[in-house]
């Protein structure tokens, strides 16, 4: 059965930091890609980053290039979201899933949509404080 589990949500200042986990079960992060995504109250939920290890390609919304980072532990079966210069509108539910076999990945493109990704943990929240 496939799995996700996030963790490493918190409360943190503005300028902060946290670093995001995603452990995975019944399939390996590095034939699958993985994506993480958030929901604000009242926002449909987004697209943060993606990552296929497979093929060494990477994904980042605008709203976070240069302040995070997404990393695949292949051993250890787990994705980070390194999360640095936070600021109050990061605040949010942080989900992460699994995409689609049947979506297309390249070394230059991983799809980070997430109306393509399946098997959704249960969300961990982050809160930044200003």
């Known amino acids: 059965e496939v799995q996700l589990v996030e963790s490493g949500g918190g409360l943190v200042q503005a300028g902060g930091s946290l670093r995001l986990s995603c452990a995975a079960s019944?399939?390996?992060?590095?034939?699958?890609?993985i994506g993480w995504f958030r929901q604000a109250p009242g926002k449909e939920r987004e697209g943060v980053s993606c990552?296929?290890?497979?093929?060494?390609?990477?994904n980042y919304a605008d709203s976070v290039k240069g302040r995070f980072t997404i990393s695949s532990d292949n051993a250890k079966n787990t994705v980070h979201l390194q999360m640095n210069s936070l600021k109050p509108e990061d605040t949010a539910v942080y989900y992460c899933a699994v995409l689609r076999r049947t979506v297309v990945i390249t070394r230059t493109f991983v799809l980070c949509d997430p109306r393509y990704y399946l098997s959704w943990g249960q969300g961990t929240q982050v809160t930044v404080s200003s």
């Open positions: 990552i296929s290890s497979k093929y060494g390609s990477t």
């Open positions: 019944g399939f390996t992060v590095d034939d699958d890609a």
